[in-house]
T-cell receptor
């Protein structure tokens, strides 16, 4: 158990809908990262938050957004869903600022868009 | 930019065989290198890491040495077990880039 929790575990929804994925980082970790894992794209970094502020952006679509709340949990919002958004979405957390730090991953949310 | 190239899979070995999964990278400066493992139905777990040239990371019988001259971080294990069946990801972190760059993953299956 990494200490990172994600809910829900599975999500099935229809095209055009909007969903929210939730992540709670390990106790004491200020950074949260979101990744998308799909068969054709592999593991893609989406976005990072550090202590409530956006820190880095990767291959995140404009239809997707995220935020980190004062209690450090994070939510990833996916809207106008398309079939191609079906994937595993992982959240990770880390202690920021030290070279050689590692990220701790949650179990993931499997999103299926039908 | 940063990139990681991993040995194509899938790899199938018999129990107690020797394992090597190749990983090479492209990056400026002195990145940190990682191997993550993903067991079926689970998230990624850090397996080992190395933060500077010639460092050797090791865990659970797995080893990888950070070779700057060949820009490589190959994963090895002397005697694999069925429980090692998983997908293995090589990854790179470059300070200031604030994210992990992953390879495509190598699926390993160990048969008894």
């Amino acid at each position: 158990d990494s200490g990172v929790t994600q809910t829900p575990k599975h999500l099935i929804t229809a095209t055009g809908q909007r969903v929210t994925l939730r992540c709670s980082p390990r106790s004491g970790d200020l950074s949260v990262y979101w990744y998308q894992q799909s068969l054709d794209q592999g593991l893609q970094f989406l976005i990072q938050y550090y202590n409530g502020e956006e820190r880095a952006k990767g291959n995140i679509l404009e239809r997707f957004s995220a935020q980190q709340f004062p209690d450090l949990h994070s939510e990833l919002n996916l809207s106008s869903l398309e079939l191609g958004d079906s994937a595993l979405y992982f959240c990770a957390s880390s202690v920021e600022g030290t070279i050689g730090y590692e990220q701790y991953f949650g179990p993931g949310t499997r999103l299926t868009v039908t | 930019g940063n990139s990681v190239t991993q040995m194509e899979g899938p790899v199938t070995l018999s129990e107690e065989a020797f394992l090597t999964i190749n990983c090479t990278y492209t990056a400026t400066g002195y990145p940190s290198l990682f191997w993550y493992v993903q067991y079926p139905g689970e998230g990624l777990q850090l397996l080992l890491k190395a933060t500077k040239a010639d460092d050797k990371g090791s865990n659970k019988g797995f080893e990888a040495t950070y070779r700057k001259e060949t820009t490589s971080f190959h994963l090895e294990k002397g005697s694999v077990q069925v429980s090692d069946s998983a997908v293995y990801f090589c990854a790179l972190y470059n300070f200031g880039n604030e994210k992990l760059t992953f390879g495509t993953g190598t699926r390993l299956t160990i048969i008894p």
